[in-house]
């Protein structure tokens, strides 16, 4: 008897530490859920080359203006570049022919236009670089972002610069706050993916919402749960 009143004393103890982590919404506060996304930005040549260096790799951290890649012809460019600058000097080409010099160089040494890490290598050193086509994409996590979707009826309550609290699965007690960078014009659907029965007839916005992360904690894909302040 005295086993039995332990037992249900443990798993009421249990449900009752269980019921204190779920996360509530507030009467003043509008809830969402999405995932963790960030701007990526391909990096690619202005023109054809072979990569004859290659500065990183997939997983790495970069920072703004660090060198990515250089194109074999870099030398060439490189004297092309000097010779103008003498032949400027001696009055014999106009200062636009060497800032074409100068571009043509810029060409073939490839730097990061942002700091953070590289998410895809598609380029290695020997292979041929040509324009448009990406040698690394990088991702900025530094500017998070998390998208949710507000119903008609509540999206007025919604505004440009608002506040959120932000909580992720494998931080479930740190709030790590949010703020409303963008909300849709135009009513849609909500997407398949997420919908419930009830949901498919309910015409939603999108909400777009900032996420502070600035111990580098967070990572792209991670589930969140977005509560706006009305």
Known sequence: MVLKSFYKLSAFMILLSLVGCIKTKEKNELYGSGTLETNEIN??????????YLAISEGQSVTKGQIIAKLDDLAKAEKDYVRAQKLFSENIIPAEQIEQAQQLKDNYVLTSPITGIVILQE?????????GMPIVTLADTKTLWVKIYIPEDKIGKV???SKAKVYIDTFPDKNF????INISDKAEFIPKNIQTKEDRITQVFAVKVAVENPENQLKIGMPADVYIEQ
């Open 123 to 131: 380029l290695f050193e020997g292979e041929t670089a040509t324009p």
């Open 177 to 180: 706050g949010g703020t409303v």
């Open 159 to 161: 505004k440009l610069g």
């Open 43 to 52: 990096v690619s040549a202005k023109v054809i080359g072979k990569i004859s």
